[in-house]
């Protein structure tokens, strides 16, 4: 397939993303996406021959696994307001 079209694994029918459709899903950078795969952070990727291919579910699941809980939410927001954004997690 060409261009931007979706490319599906011929195993599970699970949707395979190219880097820029990835960028676009999560609303960064092809730049951002390599920066992450340099430090080790970012969805795992599918290595097929030279290219690389993120599964959308694969996406999904790491997604959900980076969501704060609302209290890490609300400790980040009351750190930020006194300056204090070092010492999250400590008890005063």
């Known amino acids: 397939m060409r261009g931007n079209a979706d490319v599906r ?3 599970g029918g699970e ?3 190219k880097i820029d459709q990835l960028a676009s899903r999560l609303t960064v950078s092809v730049g951002c996406i390599r920066a992450w795969r340099l430090r080790g952070e970012g969805p795992p990727a599918i290595r097929i021959g030279t290219a690389l291919r993120w599964d959308a579910d694969e996406v999904d699941v790491w997604l959900d696994s980076r969501r704060e809980s609302r209290t890490e ?3 980040v927001d ?3 307001d006194r ?3 070092d010492r999250i997690g400590e008890e005063e």
Do not use: F, K
Request: hydrophobic share 40%; charged share 25%; proline share 0%.
């Open 9 to 11: 694994s011929g195993t």
């Open 15 to 17: 949707e395979l993303l």
């Open 73 to 75: 939410a609300q400790d």
């Open 78 to 80: 009351r750190a930020v």
């Open 83 to 85: 300056g204090r954004l």
